[in-house]
C-alpha cells in the first residue's frame, strides 16, 4: 500500500499544478493544491522530493495569490507550506530557513500589499503564537495550570496603552497631553517586559505556593482581580479610563517603510497609493514577526537550558527535582515571569496596533483560549504552541467568516442542499457567532482522540502511548 | 453615613447574603462531589447550572401564561419549574459524563489537564447549544423570567429586614435540598458508595461497587442541585442569558475549594461565607473607602479572601491535609 502514495502524490501534485494553470480562477483547483500541500507533507515521500515539491507549491500559490488577492484558499495553502517547513522533521535547514523566508517576507506581502485582511490574519496568529508559546512555558513546560494568563497580556498593554495616548496627562500633571510619540513604543516594549515579569513574580509568590487545582482556581481568581482593576480605576485616580477603554494609542512611525514601499515602485505594480492605512498593516506584520521570531529564539534556547530542564523536572516529579537541589520556588516563579514577559511584550504591540486597550479583551474566556491554543497544538511542544495558535485563528477570523459568507449567499439564492431550501435557514444560523460551539467541539474531539496534540512534544508522547497500551492490557480501569 | 446607620443595613445584608450564598452552596456542592469522585474540576457544572435556570423559565413561560395559565397557582408553578430543572440538568450532567468524561476515563490518561480541558470544551459548547436555542426560540440573547404578585410581595421581618416571599422560598428549597443530600451521602448505600469510590476507586471496586455507575448517579446528584439552584438563581435575578452561568459557576467553585474541596459540609459552609463576603464587601466597601472602591471590587475581595486563605489553609476551611507520598 505503503509503495503507491509517492506515485500518487506526485501524480496528484502535478494534476492540480496543470488545474491551477488551466484554470487559475477556479476555487476547485485551489482545493487541490491545498490537499497536494497536505499529501506531500504527511505523506511517505523521499525528502529531497518533498522538499522540490513545497516549493513549487508555495510558488504555484503565491502566483495565484497574486493573480487574486482575495484568495483565501490559497492563502492557507501557503499557511501549511509554512507550517510544513517549520515543522517536518528532515527537512534540511536550508530548504527551512529559504521557504520560510520566502512565504514570510516575499509571498504574504504581495499578496497582502493589495488585500490587508492577510496582514491582519498574519499579526493576529503571531500574537496569539507569542501568548502560546508563553503559556506553553508556564503550562507545559513546567506543568503549572496557570487559568489568568491573558493578566499579563493585559498588563503589557496598559503598559503602553496608558503613557502612549492622552491618558497619562489625566493622572500624571506635566504630562504630554497627546501621550508618548509613538516611536517609544519601542522603549515601552521593554518596559512591557519588564512590568509583565514583575506582575508575574507578584501573581506568582502567593499562587504558586499551592498545587494543582488550587493553583488553576488561584491564578483563575487573580487573572480577574488584574480584569477587575483594569474596569475600575477610573477613579480615584483615572489610570485606566475603566471600561471605555483608552483611545487612541500612538503608534510608531511607519514613514520610512511608506517611502521604500513607493521607491520599489509599489504603486505602479499594484495600480494605486499606498496609504497609511496598509502602511501599518505591512508595518505591523514586520514587528511581529521580529518579536516572535526574538520569542521563538529565546524559548528555545531556554527550553535547552539548566532552566528549561529543571522546569521539565519540576512539570514531571516536584518532589524527585527538589531532592536534586531544584530550588522549587525560584525555578516556578522563573517559569511566570517568562511566560508573562513573552506576553507583556506582544501585549504592548497589540495596545499599539489596535489603537484601542479596554478590559473586554482580556477576559477569562481570553485566557481559556490561550490554554487551549496549547493544548491543541501539544503541551510542552513549541512548535505546537504555535501551530495551535495558527489552526484556532484561521478557524475563527478565517474559516468560519467565510462559512457563514456562504451560507448567506445561499440563503439569498435559495439553493436546494439535500431536498432543503437555504432559503429556510433561520437568519440566526450565522456560524462566524457560534465560534465557541466550533471550538468546544474541537477541544473534546481532540481530547478523545488526540490528547497529546496535533505536534506533541516527544515526552508526552510516550506518555500517552504508554497510558494507552496498559488501557488496552486492561491494567488499569 | 453614621455608624449607627451603617449598622442599621447590617441585617439586611446579611439577609441578603444568606440568599446568594445558598445558591452558591447548591452549586458548589455538584462541584464537590465530581470533584471527590473523579479529581476533577467540571468547568461544565456552570452550564448545567444555567440550563436549569432556562428550563425553569420555559416551565413559567410554557405554563405560567397570565392570559391562559395551564398552571394558575405559582406556587405549585414553581414546584413544577423544579422539578423539570433538576430532572433535566441531572440528565444534562449524566450525558456529558457519558459522552465526554468516560471515553477518557477508559483510555487510563493520567494526566490531569486532559479531563479538565475537555471539561471546557463541554462548557463551550453547551453555552453556545443554549445561544443557539435561545435565539430560535426567543430571538434574544436576554431571558426573563416571569414574575408573579405572590411571590414578589415583601414581607417584614424583626430588626427592620424585609424580604420577599421568593426569598423565603429559596431558603426553604435551599435548605430541605442540602438536607436531603446530607441524609442521601450519609444514611443510603448510594451515599456510601460514593464515599467509598471518592477515597478510592479502586479498592471500592473491589468491594462489589461498579464506579461507572456511581460516578454517573453522582454527576445526576449534584447536576440536579445545580438546576434547582439555576432556578432559584432565575427567580432571584429574573434574567438569564446562555453566559449568566458562568460566573457564579466560578464563585461557587471559589466556594468549593474555600470550604476544602471534595468536602460536602465545606462547599456549603464555603458558599455561605462567599455570599455574606460578597453582600457584605458590595455593601461597606463604598463607605470605608469614601465612594473610591465601589460594589464593584466585591469580586476582588472575594478572590483575595480565597489567596490568603489558601495561603495559610491550603487545604480549605474543612479539607483534609494530604501529605504527599513518594
Known sequence: MSRYIFPFTLAFTALSLLGALLQPQNGLTNLALVASVALVSLGKIPTAWRSGLLAILALALTVLLRLNPSDKIAFYGLLGVLMACFLLPNLSHLVRVALGVAILFIAVPIAGLSNSFLFELGIQIGIFAALALGLNVVVGQAGLLDLGFAAFFAVGAYTWGIFGSPQAAEFIQGFPPQGLPGNYLYLFMALAIITAAITGVLIGLPALRLRGDYLAIVTLGLGEVVRILANNLDKPLNITNGPQGITPVNRPESGLLGDILRLVGAEQIYGKPIDTYITYAFFFYLLVLLVIAVVLLVNIRLANSRFGRAWVAIREDEIAAKAMGIPLLPTKLLAFATGAAFSGVMGAIFAAKQTFVSPESFTLQASINILAFVILGGMGSIGGAVVGAAAVTVLNIGILKDFSDLLNTWRQTGVTILGYNMANLPPQLNPAKYERLVFGLILILMMIFRPEGLIPEQRHRAEMQEARQEAQEGGVK | ?326
Open chain 2, 1 to 326: 453615613m453614621t455608624v449607627a446607620d451603617l449598622l442599621a443595613i447590617l441585617p439586611q445584608t446579611i439577609l441578603e447574603g444568606l440568599l446568594l450564598g445558598f445558591v452558591y452552596a447548591m452549586v458548589a456542592l455538584g462541584y464537590t462531589m465530581v470533584y471527590g469522585v473523579l479529581g476533577l474540576i467540571n468547568f461544565a457544572h456552570s452550564e448545567v447550572f444555567m440550563i436549569g435556570a432556562v428550563i425553569g423559565l420555559e416551565v413559567f413561560r410554557f405554563w405560567g401564561n397570565p392570559e391562559a395559565p395551564v398552571i394558575p397557582n405559582p406556587f405549585l408553578l414553581l414546584l413544577v419549574a423544579l422539578v423539570f430543572a433538576a430532572v433535566g440538568s441531572g440528565t444534562m450532567a449524566v450525558l456529558v459524563e457519558r459522552f465526554a468524561y468516560r471515553p477518557l476515563r477508559k483510555r487510563g490518561s493520567k494526566n490531569i489537564l486532559v479531563p479538565m480541558i475537555t471539561a471546557i470544551g463541554v462548557s463551550f459548547l453547551l453555552q453556545d447549544l443554549t445561544r443557539i436555542y435561545a435565539a430560535l426560540r426567543h430571538n434574544e440573547f436576554n431571558m426573563q423570567y416571569r414574575t408573579y404578585d405572590a411571590l414578589n410581595t415583601t414581607l417584614l421581618l424583626p430588626f427592620e429586614t424585609t424580604i420577599q416571599v421568593k426569598g423565603i422560598l429559596i431558603i426553604v428549597v435551599s435548605l430541605l435540598m442540602l438536607f436531603a443530600l446530607t441524609y442521601l451521602v450519609n444514611r443510603t448505600k448510594l451515599g456510601k458508595a460514593i464515599r467509598a469510590v471518592s477515597q478510592d476507586m479502586q479498592t471500592a471496586s473491589l468491594m462489589g461497587i461498579n464506579p461507572d455507575v456511581i460516578i454517573s448517579r453522582t454527576f445526576l446528584v449534584g447536576g440536579s442541585l445545580g438546576g434547582v439552584a439555576g432556578v432559584l438563581f432565575g427567580l432571584l435575578y429574573t434574567n438569564v442569558t446562555p453566559y449568566s452561568g458562568v460566573l457564579p459557576g466560578l464563585k461557587a467553585f471559589t466556594s468549593a475549594v474555600l470550604g476544602g474541596i471534595g468536602n460536602i459540609p465545606g462547599a456549603t459552609v464555603g458558599g455561605l461565607i462567599l455570599g455574606q463576603l460578597e453582600t457584605l464587601s458590595g455593601t461597606y466597601l463604598p463607605f470605608l473607602t469614601n465612594g473610591n472602591f465601589g460594589t464593584e471590587y466585591k469580586d476582588v475581595f472575594a478572590f483575595l479572601t480565597l489567596v490568603l486563605l489558601l495561603l495559610f489553609r491550603p487545604q480549605g476551611i474543612f479539607g483534609q491535609n494530604v501529605s504527599e507520598k513518594v
